[in-house]
């Protein structure tokens, strides 16, 4: 059996795993993304009362494996506090938390990097701020930000594969239960992993396209 054997004979397993696997993806994504972008403008606006507490969390974040931060916030957290939440929610608010943070850290460097010449250039030709913001600084920020952006989220999708150790159906926990069946473990991560490559590589490849076709180096200007 080949894991292209394997892929079809299971697709059906395998297709409700990607839903879950896709379904988590979009939560961690959705409130990465915003609240990420959201906290990283307010970092750079304000530096001290929000930009440190954000620097200081995301430090901590960044010593912290996300399989013991995944464990710790789904076994003595929820124990402390004498509640039962879904594995599922679990770890969309876990690695949720994580993309928050990190999300941050590239908009507040962007924003901190934009050159504020431009700004005060679209100043002095009597371009109202908002304006400018709109169509000056917020242009460049996406173009600069996206690229590391969607590669985080490349990432994001491949870290929902921790969710199948406290027990979520998503796609690994669906290869974990069909080689428990037919012990074919060669087969059936190789097919796992060849799934991944289709669905990681274009955006990656995307992402680096972006990069390389959009972003500059401000430092040098």
């Excluded at 990420?36 to 430090?59: H, M, N, Q």
């Excluded at 994001?156 to 159906?169: E, N, R």
């Amino acid at each position: 059996m080949t894991p292209l054997d394997i892929l079809i004979k299971y697709q059906h397993a395998l297709s409700e795993g990607l839903i879950v696997t896709f379904r988590l993806a979009l939560i961690i994504w959705t409130v990465g993304i915003v609240c990420g972008s959201l906290v990283g403008a307010l970092s750079s606006r304000w530096p001290l009362a929000v930009g440190f507490p954000a620097r200081t969390v995301s430090f901590i974040l960044s010593g912290v494996p996300v399989l013991v931060f995944l464990f710790w916030l789904h076994y003595p957290l929820q124990g402390m506090l004498g509640v039962v939440i879904d594995p599922f929610f679990t770890a969309a608010a876990t690695l949720s938390i994580i993309n928050v943070f990190a999300v941050s850290d590239i908009i507040r460097t962007v924003l901190n990097e934009f050159p504020q010449q431009y700004l005060v250039a679209a100043k002095v030709c009597g371009i109202e701020p908002l304006q400018a913001m709109l169509y000056i600084q917020l242009p460049i920020v996406l173009r600069q930000a996206i690229p590391s952006v969607l590669t985080l989220q490349v990432n994001m999708l491949q870290g929902t594969l921790f969710a199948s150790l406290i027990s979520v159906g998503e796609v690994f926990r669906v290869a974990q239960q069909i080689n428990s069946q037919i012990y074919r473990p060669v087969e059936i991560y190789t097919a796992l992993g060849l799934l991944f490559l289709c669905i990681c590589l274009p955006m990656n490849g995307i992402a680096l396209w972006l990069k390389s076709r959009y972003t500059r180096d401000f430092s040098e200007r």
